[in-house]
C-alpha cells in the first residue's frame, strides 16, 4: 500500500508530518530539557488524583528563544518548548482513544443497524439522530462543563458527540454491500448472520472508514484545543497547546513566542492527519488503482 | 435420469410489498413470483426463460429460501422448506446451491479464492487446517483451475474464472441441487460454450439436478431438458425441450421462440411482434396476464385466468386456447 503514496507528493508530506509527530511522542521525555513533577491534588469528590506540575520559577518569566530555552519561556518561567513537545502525547493520545472509541461504539450500532434493519434499525438511528441534532460544539462544551475540568473528561465529552457520524457512515455502507451477491452466496451456504457481517460486509465498508478516521484525528484535536482554549479543557498548568494558547493571548503583544510554538504544534499535527486522510482517500478510490 | 421428484413447488408466491407514508403503510404488491407450480426431476435440467423482469430470478431465490417466500411451499427431499425453523433450514443448505449471474460481485473482494471456496467447508465444519487445502485444491481442479490461483484475489482473475470459482463454491458442500441464475449471461460467448461445458460435465459427473433461470433461448435450448416458460411472475408453458422448439403451444412461447435471431441472411424470419409493453407486476391484468397482447385473444380471456393444464404428455401450457 505504501508504494500507491509516491503518486500524491501531499499524502507524502502529511505522512512525513504524522510521522515526525508520532517520533517526537513516543521518545518526548529523551527530548525535553525540564521534566514535569507530580503532585497529587484533591478533587470535588474527596479524591486524589496525580497531576503534572511544571516547575514555576518567575525569575526566567517570559524569556525570549535561545539557546537556553529554545521556544522562550511563559509568563511562569516555564519552558515552552519542553511543555510543546509533551504535549504531543497529550494531545496525540487525546485523540486516537476519542477517535477509535468512538469508531468502535460506531461500528458496532452502525453495523448491526444497517445489517438487521427493521426496529433495532429504527432504534438505534433515532437515537443517533438526537445527537446530531444538537451542534457537536455545544454539546461537547455542556458534557465537558458537567464533569469538570481534565483531559480525560475532554476525551468522554469528545467521545459522546463523535460516535454519531461514524454509526451513520457505517450504516450507509452496509446497507449498500449487504446487497452485493457475495452476502447473498454466503447465506446460501448456510453462514450466520454475524459471520456475515463481520466477515463479509465490515472488512468491505472499511476504506471510507478510514479516511474518515484519519481525518478526525485532526479535527479531535482542533475541538479539544478549543475547548481547552476556552476554559473547558485540560486543568491549568498540563502541557496542553490549546491552554498554552489560551494562557499566552494576553502576553501575545509582547512575547509572540507564547503563542506561536503552541499553534505551530496544532496546525503541524492536524494538517498532517488532513493530508494523510486525503491521500488515503485517493488510494482507496478505485478509479486510480490501475 | 428417473422420475423421482426431487422439488417441487407449491402455488408458490413473492410478493414484495410496496411502503409509503410515514408508518410504512404498504400500499401495494410487486407480483413477482405468481402462483408457481413447478416440479424438477432428479438428475435433469429445468431451464426457466422468459423476459428480463419476469420474476425468473426471484423464483430461484424463493426456492432457495434466500428470501422468504410470501405464500406457497417448496418441498425438497420430503420437506417444505418455507415452514422448517432457520436451525433445520442451515442444516439443508449444503444440498441447495446457487450460481449467480454476476462473478464479479458474487466474490468478496477481500478474500483469497482458497477462502472463499473454503468457506462453505467451515462453516459447516466439513474440513479444517491441511484437510481444508486439499478440498479446496480438489474443487479448484474440478472446474479446471489451479493450485497456483488459490492465494489470488477475485480481481485477479478474468470473468469466465470467476465464475469457474463461483462454481467451486457451490460444488463444495457436495450439493443434489443447484440453481443456476443466467451463469453465462456476463460472459463472451467463447467463454459462455466453455462454462455450459463444464457445467454439462459436472452434472453427469456428480448427478446433479439443475434449474436453469435465463433469457438466452439458444443457451436453454443447449443445456435443459426441460423448458418453463415465465411472463409475468407466471409460469406459461413448461415441455420437454425437442416438444417446445418443435410445437410451442402458448401465443407467448410462439412470439418469444420466434425472436431466435437465425445466422443465415437467406431465411426470411417469420417474426411475431408482439404489441405493447410487459405488464407492470404491481397491477397485472385481470384474468390471462398476456390477454392486452395477445394476438389470439379470447372475449374470456381478460375475465378468467387460464391453469397450467397438460395438453399432451409432459407438455403443460396455461391457455384457453387448449
Known amino acids: 500500500m505504501l508504494h500507491l503514496f509516491r503518486h500524491s507528493l501531499l499524502s507524502m508530506i502529511g505522512l512525513a508530518l504524522i510521522l515526525l509527530v508520532v517520533f517526537i511522542a513516543i521518545f518526548a521525555p529523551l527530548l525535553i530539557q525540564e521534566h514535569p513533577s507530580y503532585v497529587e491534588v484533591s478533587t470535588d469528590q474527596g479524591t486524589t488524583r496525580v497531576e503534572e506540575r511544571w516547575d514555576i520559577n518567575f525569575e526566567n518569566k517570559l524569556l525570549p528563544p535561545g539557546p537556553e530555552h529554545y521556544f522562550g519561556t511563559d509568563d511562569f518561567g516555564r519552558d515552552i518548548y519542553s511543555m510543546v513537545v509533551w504535549g504531543t502525547q497529550i494531545s496525540l493520545k487525546l485523540c486516537l482513544m476519542v477517535v477509535l472509541t468512538a469508531t468502535i461504539i460506531g461500528v458496532i450500532l452502525g453495523g448491526v443497524a444497517g445489517y438487521f434493519g427493521g426496529k433495532i434499525d429504527e432504534i438505534i438511528m433515532r437515537v443517533t439522530d438526537v445527537f446530531l441534532a444538537i451542534p457537536y460544539l455545544i454539546l461537547a462544551m455542556a458534557v465537558a462543563a458537567a464533569l469538570g475540568r481534565s483531559i480525560e473528561n475532554i476525551m468522554m465529552a469528545l467521545i459522546v458527540v463523535w460516535w454519531p457520524q461514524y454509526a451513520r457512515l457505517l450504516r450507509g455502507q452496509v446497507l449498500s454491500i449487504r446487497e452485493n451477491q457475495y452476502v447473498e452466496a454466503a447465506r446460501s451456504v448456510g453462514a450466520s448472520g454475524w459471520r456475515i457481517l463481520f466477515r463479509h460486509i465490515l472488512p468491505n465498508s472499511f476504506s471510507p472508514l478510514l479516511v474518515q478516521i484519519t481525518l478526525d484525528l485532526g479535527a479531535v484535536l482542533l475541538v479539544a484545543a478549543g475547548l481547552s482554549f476556552i476554559g473547558l479543557g485540560a486543568s491549568p498548568g498540563t502541557a496542553e497547546w490549546g491552554l498554552m494558547i489560551s494562557m499566552g493571548r494576553t502576553h501575545m503583544f509582547h512575547a509572540w513566542w507564547y503563542v506561536t510554538f503552541p499553534g505551530l504544534a496544532i496546525l503541524i499535527t492536524v494538517l498532517g492527519f488532513n493530508l494523510l486522510g486525503d491521500g488515503i482517500r485517493d488510494i482507496t478510490d478505485p478509479k486510480l488503482r490501475r | ?322
Do not use: W
Open chain 2, 1 to 322: 435420469m428417473n422420475d423421482e421428484i426431487i422439488l417441487k413447488t407449491d402455488h408458490l408466491k413473492e410478493y414484495f410489498p410496496i411502503k409509503s407514508g410515514i408508518f410504512s403503510k404498504v400500499k401495494d404488491y410487486v407480483r413477482a413470483v405468481d402462483d408457481v407450480d413447478i416440479y424438477i426431476q432428479k438428475g435433469e435440467t429445468l431451464g426457466i426463460a422468459g423476459e428480463s423482469g419476469c420474476g425468473k430470478t426471484t423464483l430461484g431465490r424463493t426456492i432457495l429460501q434466500l428470501i422468504k417466500p410470501t405464500d406457497g411451499k417448496v418441498f425438497f427431499m420430503g420437506s417444505d422448506l418455507s415452514k422448517i425453523n432457520k436451525k433445520k433450514l442451515r442444516k439443508l443448505r449444503p444440498h441447495l446451491q446457487i450460481v449467480f449471474q454476476d462473478p464479479a460481485s458474487s466474490l468478496n473482494p477481500r478474500m483469497i479464492i482458497k477462502k472463499i471456496v473454503g468457506e462453505p467447508l467451515v462453516i459447516n465444519g466439513v474440513a479444517k487446517g491441511a484437510d481444508l487445502e486439499k478440498k479446496v485444491l480438489e474443487l479448484l481442479k474440478t472446474v479446471g483451475l489451479t493450485e497456483q490461483h488459490m492465494y489470488r484475489y477475485p480481481h485477479e482473475f478474468s470473468g469466465g474464472q470467476r465464475q469457474r470459482i463461483g462454481i467451486a463454491r457451490a460444488l463444495a458442500l457436495n450439493p443434489d441441487f443447484i440453481v443456476l441464475d443466467e451463469p453465462t449471461s456476463a460472459l463472451d460467448v467463447s467463454v459462455q460454450a466453455q462454462i455450459l461445458n463444464l457445467l454439462k460435465d459436472l452434472q453427469k459427473r456428480f448427478g446433479l439436478t439443475y434449474l436453469f433461470i435465463t433469457h438466452d433461448l439458444s443457451v436453454i435450448n443447449h443445456i435443459s431438458d426441460r423448458i418453463a416458460i415465465m411472463y409475468a411472475g407466471k409460469i406459461v408453458e413448461v415441455a420437454p425441450t425437442k416438444d417446445l422448439f418443435k410445437k410451442q403451444l402458448h401465443p407467448y412461447t410462439q412470439a418469444l421462440l420466434s425472436a431466435i435471431p437465425i445466422a443465415d441472411p437467406n431465411i426470411k424470419s417469420k417474426r411475431t411482434h408482439l404489441r405493447g409493453e410487459v405488464p407492470s407486476l404491481i397491477h397485472p391484468p385481470s384474468g390471462c396476464n398476456f390477454h392486452p397482447r395477445c394476438p389470439k385473444e379470447m372475449p374470456k380471456c381478460s375475465k378468467i385466468e387460464p391453469e397450467l393444464k397438460e395438453s399432451s404428455k409432459g407438455h403443460f401450457v396455461a391457455c384457453h386456447l387448449y
